[in-house]
């Protein structure tokens, strides 16, 4: 199932040349004069590698924003990833961010005998359908709020949000009360086997429930439950969409209309639903179906869009600390009131930033999209 060398000369990597055009677009090597992408895959590339003893492969964010500008198409992201993988099985020890907490957490989820109590937080006024073959993919939202109820966040709000946006378009769908998370973030740190049985586990459970499309809020569930699961698992016959990709066309048309919000608002595009899944224009399309609502753009945005700093929960340190404080900076210049996401990891990692105690951080109010979208329909 994983053949490191084939998939390392699948990411093009040896065509990456001299030109130095990602080391300058990196965010990490901005902020950090060690990590160098075209160093790291000459080290590799070399005959004495030893990649378990090279601590940058773990610096890398998976922020593809040095995809988006190689003019050879070179995957470095997902180099990363194998390498990953591969100095794991060497020996290499991860350095876990919350003292492991989230990946003691996608663990245990992975376990076959599991039953979770995870459903307690759903509004009574929510509409299901329990025997619909469409259902929205809640993720980790529920522990989120749990784990980092000291931050003030609240990602449940969004998908609440989401669930009436929903309601209100009068689209049938069920939620699984013992759906999984989807294994992202073990697959970016290189733990395939801890993904596999996750991925393994979900699939299983939408077997048994005959799902047949998947509606999620997460930029991370989507892509992963889109591109990831055929690709490791093969074909898995279920469509999967995002909110935003269901939401947006139903405003266009008129079918679906959004309230009123008082609100200068500016929009971070999430990595993984910009860049990796080129989802651009149906967030602002929302945003935008707000009336009284007025969107500004930051100074990096849409491809060009600057990641919030986050990792797979392991390595997080001073570098990505400075580069949240960067992107809350780049939305307090727009002078908006609020500065709004789509992906609850962003939201956590900002929202961390600001709780810093570093008086220099911007403390912009940060909120989901569908969250706001939500709230404009009372």
């Known amino acids: 199932m994983f053949d490191i060398e084939r998939e390392i000369r699948d990411t093009r990597i040896n065509l990456c040349l001299d030109c130095g055009k990602c080391t300058v677009v990196c965010p990490v090597a901005q902020h950090d004069p060690d990590f160098n992408p075209r160093l790291i895959a000459q080290r590799r590339l ?74 307690g ?72 086997e801890g993904f596999l049985a996750l991925a393994r586990a979900n699939m299983e459970e939408f077997a048994r429930h005959n799902v047949r499309k998947i509606i999620t809020s997460c930029p991370e569930g989507h892509y ?73 753009e930051m100074e990096q945005n849409r491809e060009k869009s600057l990641c919030c700093g986050a990792s797979p929960w392991v390595h997080c340190g001073v570098v990505n600390r400075e580069i949240q404080q960067q992107r809350l900076a780049q939305a307090e210049a727009t002078k908006a009131d609020v500065m709004v996401t789509a992906c609850p990891k962003c939201q956590i990692h900002l929202k961390c930033a600001q709780k810093s105690g570093d008086v220099n951080v911007s403390q912009v109010e940060i909120q989901d999209l569908a969250y706001l979208a939500g709230r404009s329909l009372d």
């Open 224 to 296: 992963t439950l889109k591109v990831d699961y055929p690709r490791i698992l093969g074909s898995t016959g279920i469509e999967v969409v995002h909110l935003t990709e269901v939401i947006a066309p139903l405003l266009r048309s008129g079918e679906l209309n959004l309230g009123r919000l008082e609100k200068r608002v500016t929009y971070h595009d999430p990595c993984t639903l910009g860049r990796c899944s080129r989802i651009f224009d149906e967030p602002r399309q929302i945003l935008e179906a707000m009336e009284g609502l007025e969107l500004v």
């Open 46 to 119: 070399g005959q004495n590698s030893n990649i378990s003893q090279d601590d940058t492969i773990w610096s890398c964010l998976s922020c593809y924003m040095c995809t988006e500008r190689c003019n050879y198409h070179v995957r470095f992201p997902e180099f990363i990833h194998a390498l990953r993988f591969e100095a794991l099985e060497e020996g290499a020890q991860l350095q876990c961010a919350h003292g492991g907490t989230l990946q003691a957490a996608m663990h245990m989820m992975a376990r076959g005998d599991l039953h979770q109590d995870r459903l």
């Open 121 to 192: 937080w759903l509004p009574h006024d929510v509409e299901l359908s329990e025997q619909c073959d469409t259902i929205f993919f809640v993720g980790c939202a529920p522990y989120f709020d749990v784990l980092f109820s000291d931050l003030g966040v609240n990602t449940l709000d969004g998908i609440k949000g989401a669930l009436r946006l929903l309601n209100r378009a009068q689209i049938p769908f069920n939620i699984l009360a013992n759906e999984r998370c989807c294994g992202r973030d073990l697959l970016l740190q290189g733990d395939r």
